[in-house]
């Protein structure tokens, strides 16, 4: 075994495109790596410093989509970008979208499936950002993405997690197993 020094190599990690709106009403996207399921209807985004966070300042309402193999170019670029330099960056990534029927945010077309999200407490709160927990108000998903049972099927999204270790997007792979069951295996 090799040892490294403590960082931020929480495995696998998710690409979670952040929606919002600019003071004008144009929609703004970023990326963010640092963000997972907080309760049952919640979750959290470790947020520094972006025009998503201004946005979020003024109007507490977000997306929150998953990155995918066709997503991959456009959802690197808006997390490389600003919208604080690059007023139309969505629009750059070639991007649609609509405002959300739930919250006041954008939800992008190419996404299977988005999280219209409202911020239920900033934690932390200073001039670098905030930790958000966000309450999960609504969940759209394409019809083209759903199972035979009606829920969506994760499988068939391509989604992608990124690799802190050698800054890349992976894949997902194929279902390998049945949680809560196939352990029974060894009781
Ligand atoms: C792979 C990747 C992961 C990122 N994760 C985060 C994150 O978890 N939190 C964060 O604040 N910024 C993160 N960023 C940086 C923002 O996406 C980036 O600063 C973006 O340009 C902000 O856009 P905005 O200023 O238009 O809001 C990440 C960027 C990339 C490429």
Redesign the pocket.
Known sequence: MKNFKPKAWLLPQP?VIIGTYDADGTP?A??????GQWDMNEIM????S????ENLNRCSDFTVSFATVDTMVGA?Y???????KVHD?VEKAGWKSVKGENVNAPIFSCFPITMECRIKEKLFESES?FYLIGEIVNIVCDEAYLAEDGKPDVEKMQLIT?DPVHNGYIALGNRVGNAFHDGTALK
């Open positions: 690409v703004n970023m990326n963010a790596a640092w963000a985004i470790s947020l520094g972006h025009a998503t966070t690197d808006v997390g490389i970008v600003s919208g604080k960056k950002g990124f």
